[in-house]
């Protein structure tokens, strides 16, 4: 397996919201209109997965690594069709990671991609290799949910995946 460390300095950039923070208690009627817009729903975070699904949408793919701020917690129970595994220790993205959301593209949906070790750097995938008017979802630590449309942060992300030695088809 194939592991790129992210260092300190890019782990800090992260930590700022990349797209639209929602507080608690969250208004769906803002995100719904986003969402019909949209061509795929992908939440990363057992909380967003759950907190997505609790509005009556449905994600096409949620990641999650059965985690919550650190803790053990019990796994979404939202339906999929398809279920894939990846190894992906903190602070790292792994290429088994990388693999696993390429797959979830063509896979049938809904798609679980299920994480062993942490899955929050994989938004940076999502966002880096999603297509165009992809509306990524994940949770803000304290703060509430973020919504990102891929389109608006792609940029940025394939330079920090660049940085890392990540390599996205089609970059």
């Known amino acids: 397996m194939v592991s790129y460390n992210v260092p300190y300095s890019i782990l800090e950039c992260l930590k700022e919201p990349w797209g639209q923070l929602f507080k608690s208690p969250i208004n ?66 792994t290429d088994q990671s990388l693999h696993a959301i390429n797959s979830a593209l063509t896979a049938k949906k809904p798609v679980r991609i299920l994480v062993e070790g942490e899955e929050d750097l994989l938004s940076l995938l999502v966002i880096g290799s999603y297509p165009e008017n992809t509306l990524l979802f994940y949770g803000q630590p304290n703060e509430g949910l973020v919504m990102v449309n891929v389109s608006h942060k792609k940029k940025e992300a394939l330079s920090i995946l660049k940085t890392l030695g990540i390599t996205i088809s089609g970059d």
């Open 28 to 93: 769906f009627n803002l995100i719904n209109d986003e969402i019909k817009k949209s061509n795929l729903i992908v939440t990363v975070g057992d909380a967003s997965a759950e907190t997505i699904n609790s509005s009556g949408i449905s994600p096409d793919i949620f990641i999650v690594d059965s985690l919550e701020k650190r803790e053990k917690r019990n796994i979404p129970q939202l339906f999929y069709n398809t279920e894939l595994n990846a190894v992906n220790p903190p602070s790292t993205i």
